[in-house]
C-alpha cells in the first residue's frame, strides 16, 4: 500500500473511532436516562449486554472478508496505536478486568506479582521478540519455528502447544462470559455462555484476524472507560483529587495502615470488638479440632454419639417453654448437614478448622510484602513471589494470541511503536488496580467496620443476597456492631461492587459490567483464532495440502473457528476446577514450550532444528510433569520442589527448555546457508539482495 | 548475501542496547522485589516496596519500551536498513 493510502486510512480510523467513542458516551448517558424515568435494573441489564454483543457483531460484518492476509493478519496495515489498543484488550482478561483489584484487596503486597508479571513481560516482547517476528512476517508462530528450525517437527510440537495454550486460557475466558452474563441479567449460566459465543463467532468467522482487531479497539474504548469511572469518583469522594493513582498512597493507604494497627491492638476499641470475635473463631477452631481428634481415636461410634448430642439438643428446644422457632430452625439445620461418614466428617470438620483459624488470625498490613510467622515462611513467600513474576513474564513473550497481534503492524519500525503502546494500554488499568483496592479496603475498613447491623448499606444486603461466596455478614459477638472479622468478601466483588459502594447510579454499574464483558470476549476472540489458525494454517495448509486454492484454506479456518469455540463452550459449560489456577498454568506452559526456542532462533544462529525439539518437549514436559506431581487437582501431592507452587512450575520448565535447546543443538551439525540467511533477514529491518519471506 | 561491516557494527549496538535494557528491567523487577521488605521502611509516595511493586516498576517498563522504540528507529536510519517510505 501506498503511504498515501496508508496516510489516509490512518485518518478515517481515528474520525471513526471518535465518532464510535462519542456515541458509546451518548448511549449511557440515554440509557442513565431511562434509570431516572423508572426502569427496572434487570432490563437496563439487558441493553448494555446485547447493545454491546450487537455492536461487535455489527463491527464484525462490516470487517468480512476472503482474502487471505486480510483473514490471518488484518492486511498488516493496522497502524501502531491501534494496534496497541487491541493488543490491550485481547491482553487484559476477565481476570485483569474482574479478579486482579479483588486480588490485590485480599493479598495486599503480595498479589503484586500478577501486576509486574502481566506488565514486565512486554520488555522482553518489544526486546526479544516483536520486530523479528514482524520482519520475519509470516502467519503464526508455528510459521516461525517452521521456518527457521526446517521439517514438520518444530512446527507440529508448536501448533500442540499453542493449541494446548490458548485452549486452557479460552475456557476461563468463556467462563467469566458467562459468569457476567447470568449475574447482570439474570439468565442462565449455559445460555449467557452461548450468548458470548455467539457474539464472538459473528466477529471472527466473517473477518478474521481483521474484524477481531477491529472490534478489540472498539472493546479496548469500553472497558477501559468502564473501569476508570468509579475509581475515579472513589477517589474524588475520599480525598477531594480525582487523581486516584496518586492519593491512594499518599492520603489513604496511611490510613488503612492507621486501621490495620488499631484492629490489631487489643487496647483500642475497635482493637477489643475485634478480639471478641476472633475469640469465638478461636473457640469454633478449637472444637472442630477436639472433634477432628475424637473422630482419630472413635471412628464412627463417635460421628453417631456427635450426631445424638444434636438431636438432643433440637428435641430438647422443641419441648422447652419458652418456644423459639429461629433456635429450632438453627438447631434442625446442624442436624440435617451433619456429615454422614467419617471420611466426609473429616474433610468438613478439616475445613470448618482452617476457616475459623484463618478468621481469627491478625489482620495483614496491606503494604508487607512476604507476610508470615517466621522468617522460614516469609523466605518461602519470597521465592514463590518472585518465581511467579519470572514465569508470569517469560510466559507472556510467549502467548501465541499476543505475539501474532506483532503480524498486523505495516513494518518493523511500526512493530516496535506498537509495543510501547501496547503496554502504555494495558499499564492505564494495571496501575490504576492497586489504587482500586486500597480505595476500596479503605472504605470497608473505615465505613463498613463499626457501622451498625440494623443500618447497613444497601450494597452490602444486594451482593450479600446475590452470592453467599462474594459476600457475607453476620453478627458473630451478637454487639450489633460490624466487626471486619465478620466480613467475608470474595475478590471478584471489588470491582462489579465498586459503583455501588461510591454511590454511583446503576447505569455504572452496567457499564461496569459491559466492560468486564469486553475484556473476555477480545482475549476469548484473539485465542479462538489462535488455535483455528494454528490448525488451518500450519496443519491444514503447510502439512497435509501445500497446493490447496485461498477459497479452501479459509473454508477450512472457518470450520475450524466453529467447531473449536463448540467445545470450548462445552467444557467450559462442565465449569471445570479453579480458573485462577488455569490461567497462571497456561503463562508456565507457554513459557516453557516456545520462549527458548523462539528467542535463541533469532538471537543465536547455531541454533538448530534438534535443539529446537529437545528444548520445546524438554521445556513442555518438565513443567507438565511438575503440574501434574504437585497441584491437587491430580491427586498425587508429591513434595514440591524448593517449596515452589505448581502456578510457577515454569521456574523449573523454562530452564529446562533453554537447556535442551543449547544440548540438542550442540550435539548436531549447524544448521545449513538458507538457515543463517533467514536469520540475517529478520535481524534487519531492510537489506539489500534479501531473500522475501513476505507471502500472501 | 555477505553482510558488511556496518551491518556487523548495527547488530553489536543492537545488543548492547538489548543487554543494557534488560539489565535495568532485571534490577527493576527481581532485585527491588527482593528487598521489599527492606525497601518498605522507605516512605517516598507510601512504603517504598510496595509502591515499586504497584507503580514504580511499571512506569520504568513502559520507559524502557518507548526507549528501545525510538533508539531502533533511530539507529536503521543512521546504518541505513530502515525500511521503505511507508509510516
Not at chain 1, 107 to 121: C, K, P, R, S, V
Not at chain 1, 531 to 549: E, F, Q, R, T
Not at chain 2, 50 to 59: H, N, T
Not at chain 2, 68 to 74: I, L, P
Amino acid at each position: 500500500m501506498s503511504s498515501y493510502g496508508q496516510t489516509l486510512f490512518n485518518a478515517n480510523l481515528r474520525r471513526y473511532y471518535s465518532f464510535y467513542t462519542g456515541g458509546f458516551i451518548a448511549f449511557v448517558v440515554f440509557v442513565g436516562i431511562l434509570e431516572m424515568f423508572g426502569v427496572p435494573n434487570k432490563i437496563l441489564g439487558y441493553i448494555f449486554l446485547f447493545a454491546t454483543i450487537l455492536l461487535y457483531a455489527g463491527i464484525g460484518f462490516m470487517s468480512k472478508t476472503a482474502d487471505v492476509s486480510e483473514y490471518y493478519v488484518a492486511g498488516r496495515r493496522v497502524p501502531a496505536v491501534f494496534n496497541g489498543m487491541a493488543t490491550g484488550s485481547d491482553w487484559m482478561s476477565a481476570a485483569s478486568f474482574i479478579g486482579m483489584a479483588g486480588t490485590l484487596y485480599l493479598n495486599g503486597y503480595d498479589g503484586l506479582a500478577f501486576i509486574m508479571g502481566w506488565t514486565g513481560g512486554y520488555v522482553l516482547v518489544a526486546l526479544l521478540l516483536a520486530p523479528y517476528l514482524r520482519k520475519f512476517g509470516q502467519f503464526t508462530i508455528p510459521d516461525f519455528l517452521g521456518a527457521r528450525y526446517g521439517g514438520h517437527a518444530p512446527r507440529l510440537i508448536g501448533v500442540f502447544a499453542a493449541v494446548l495454550v490458548s485452549f486452557v486460557y479460552v475456557v476461563a475466558q468463556i467462563y467469566g462470559v458467562g459468569l457476567i452474563a447470568s449475574r447482570f441479567t439474570g439468565l442462565e449460566f449455559a445460555v449467557g455462555v452461548f450468548v458470548g459465543l455467539a457474539g464472538i463467532l459473528v466477529c471472527s468467522f466473517l473477518g478474521g484476524m481483521k474484524a477481531v482487531t477491529w472490534t478489540q479497539v472498539a472493546q479496548y474504548i469500553i472497558l477501559i472507560v468502564a473501569y476508570m469511572i468509579p475509581v475515579v469518583w472513589l477517589s474524588l469522594l475520599h480525598t477531594g483529587t480525582p487523581i486516584p493513582q496518586i492519593t491512594a498512597y499518599t492520603t489513604v493507604l496511611p490510613k488503612v495502615t492507621a486501621l490495620e494497627q488499631e484492629f490489631n491492638d487489643k487496647a483500642s476499641p475497635k482493637g477489643a470488638a475485634e478480639e471478641s470475635v476472633r475469640a469465638i473463631f478461636r473457640e469454633r477452631a478449637a472444637a472442630a479440632d477436639d472433634r477432628l481428634m475424637g473422630l482419630d481415636t472413635g471412628g464412627a461410634a463417635f460421628l453417631a454419639a456427635e450426631k445424638k448430642k444434636l438431636d438432643d439438643k433440637a428435641t430438647e428446644l422443641k419441648m422447652s417453654a419458652t418456644y423459639e422457632p429461629k433456635a429450632i430452625e438453627a438447631a434442625d439445620k446442624l442436624v440435617r448437614d451433619f456429615p454422614t461418614d467419617p471420611a466426609k466428617a473429616r474433610e468438613q470438620w478439616s475445613k470448618d478448622k482452617a476457616g475459623a483459624s484463618a478468621r481469627a488470625a491478625n489482620v495483614k498490613a496491606h503494604a508487607e510484602a512476604f507476610a508470615g510467622k517466621d522468617e522460614t515462611a516469609r523466605d518461602i513467600a519470597k521465592r514463590n513471589f518472585l518465581a511467579l513474576v519470572f514465569c508470569l513474564m517469560v510466559g507472556t513473550a510467549a502467548l501465541p494470541h499476543i505475539l501474532m497481534r506483532f503480524y498486523t503492524t505495516p513494518s518493523v519500525r511500526e512493530a516496535r511503536r506498537s509495543v510501547f503502546w501496547s503496554l502504555f494500554f494495558i499499564f492505564l488499568l494495571y496501575f490504576t488496580a492497586p489504587a482500586l483496592a486500597i480505595l476500596v479496603k479503605f472504605e470497608i475498613y473505615g465505613n463498613l467496620v463499626g457501622s451498625s447491623f440494623a443500618a447497613l448499606p444497601a450494597w452490602v444486603s444486594n451482593w450479600a443476597a446475590v452470592d453467599k461466596t462474594l459476600m457475607s455478614i453476620a453478627d458473630i459477638n451478637r454487639d450489633g456492631i460490624v466487626q471486619l472479622a465478620e466480613i467475608v468478601i470474595g475478590g471478584d466483588l471489588i470491582v462489579l461492587a465498586t459503583p455501588e459502594i461510591a454511590g454511583l447510579p446503576y447505569v455504572i454499574s452496567g457499564l461496569v459490567a459491559a466492560g468486564g464483558l469486553a475484556a473476555a470476549l477480545s482475549t476469548a476472540d484473539g485465542l479462538l483464532l489462535t488455535i483455528a489458525n494454528a490448525l488451518s494454517h500450519d496443519v491444514y495448509y503447510k502439512i497435509i495440502d501445500p497446493n490447496a486454492p485461498t477459497t479452501r484454506r479459509l473454508v477450512v479456518s472457518k470450520a475450524l473457528l466453529l467447531v473449536v469455540a463448540v467445545i470450548a463452550a462445552y467444557v467450559t459449560s462442565l465449569k471445570p476446577g479453579d480458573i485462577l489456577f488455569l490461567v497462571g498454568a497456561a503463562f508456565s506452559l507457554a513459557g516453557s514450550a516456545f520462549f527458548p526456542a523462539l528467542v535463541l532462533g533469532v538471537f543465536w544462529k547455531r541454533a538448530n532444528q534438534l535443539g529446537a525439539i529437545l528444548g520445546m518437549t524438554l521445556g513442555l514436559g518438565v513443567c507438565m510433569y511438575y503440574m501434574y506431581q504437585t497441584y491437587p487437582f491430580f491427586g498425587i501431592n508429591a513434595a514440591p520442589w524448593w517449596d515452589i507452587n505448581p502456578i510457577a512450575a515454569g521456574i523449573f520448565g523454562i530452564p529446562a527448555g533453554l537447556f535442551g535447546v543449547i544440548f540438542g543443538t550442540l550435539i548436531s551439525p549447524a544448521p545449513g546457508q538458507e538457515v543463517q540467511d533467514l536469520v540475517d533477514h529478520v535481524r534487519y529491518p531492510n537489506l539489500k539482495d534479501d531473500l522475501t519471506t513476505k507471502t500472501a | 548475501m555477505k553482510l558488511t561491516e556496518k551491518h556487523q557494527e548495527y547488530w553489536r549496538r543492537n545488543l548492547s542496547l538489548t543487554a543494557g535494557l534488560l539489565a535495568i528491567w532485571f534490577v527493576t523487577t527481581f532485585v527491588v522485589s527482593w528487598f521489599a521488605r527492606e525497601l518498605n521502611e522507605i516512605t517516598l509516595i507510601g512504603p517504598l516496596g510496595f509502591y515499586m511493586g504497584a507503580q514504580g516498576s511499571l512506569i520504568i517498563y513502559v520507559l524502557i519500551i518507548w526507549f528501545y522504540a525510538r533508539h531502533m528507529n533511530r539507529l536503521d536510519k543512521e546504518y541505513g536498513v530502515q525500511e521503505g517510505e511507508d509510516d
